[in-house]
């Protein structure tokens, strides 16, 4: 199913945008809460193309604007729900989870922690709202994976990632991998 609340033109990714480097953890911008965004201009606009150019890049499914490398973080999360078939971007500016139900088990990666996966429960089934890039107020729905992948670009931009809830052993073994495998 294609997604077309949030949609974000993937000419203007193609037309304007720049991939950018990517932030890891434990780097503290990602542990920082990223303010709201009062009102649409180009800089705003530009970072959103940045970031899709920078999810593609990566193949990432989802991306949260501090994961990146940028002058000032901006409250935005992109999404690539793709299918061979068709092209399909999200980017959300001020994104809130407005309502959320179905909690199951979901193992998730994420792009500032390369070759982590951890399992968590998380409600597969969510009402989020905020903008698009017209800055047109919009509620979507989602079910399954996205709903999954919109509570963890949230946390990112709450300034959580998803190893904070595990507990200090888990989150020690994580951290040791993690210097391991960056060597
Ligand atoms: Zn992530």
């Known amino acids: 199913m294609q997604i077309t609340t949030f949609?974000?033109?993937?000419e203007l990714?193609?037309?304007?945008?720049?991939?950018?480097?990517?932030?890891?953890?434990?780097?503290?911008q990602l542990m920082t809460p990223i303010a709201e965004i009062d009102s649409l201009n180009d800089s705003v606009i530009q970072h959103a193309a940045d970031m899709v150019a920078t999810m593609i890049a990566?193949?990432?499914?989802?991306?949260?604007?501090?994961?990146?490398?940028?002058?000032?973080?901006?409250?935005?999360?992109?999404?690539?729900?793709?299918?061979?078939?068709?092209?399909n971007i999200l980017a959300i500016f001020n994104p809130t989870i407005i309502s959320s139900s179905n909690p199951q088990k979901f193992s998730e990666g994420c792009l500032s922690f390369p070759d982590i996966?951890?399992?968590?429960?998380?409600?597969?089934?969510?009402?989020?709202?905020?903008?698009?890039?017209?800055?047109?107020?919009?509620?979507?729905?989602?079910?399954?994976?996205?709903?999954v992948c919109i509570q963890h670009?949230?946390?990112?931009?709450?300034?959580?990632?998803?190893?904070?809830?595990?507990?200090?052993?888990?989150?020690?073994?994580l951290k040791k991998k993690l210097k391991n495998n960056a060597k």
């Open 13 to 28: 990714v193609n037309t304007i945008s720049k991939v950018l480097p990517l932030v890891y953890y434990p780097n503290s």
């Open 117 to 147: 996966f951890q399992e968590l429960t998380r409600d597969h089934r969510v009402i989020v709202k905020g903008f698009d890039y017209k800055w047109q107020e919009c509620e979507l729905e989602l079910r399954g994976i996205p709903a």
């Open 58 to 87: 990566n193949n990432g499914v989802g991306l949260a604007s501090n994961q990146t490398v940028c002058d000032k973080p901006m409250r935005i999360a992109t999404f690539n729900f793709s299918s061979p078939e068709r092209t």
């Open 153 to 173: 670009e949230i946390d990112h931009l709450n300034g959580k990632t998803f190893i904070d809830d595990l507990s200090f052993l888990k989150k020690a073994m």
């Open 7 to 10: 949609e974000f033109p993937i």
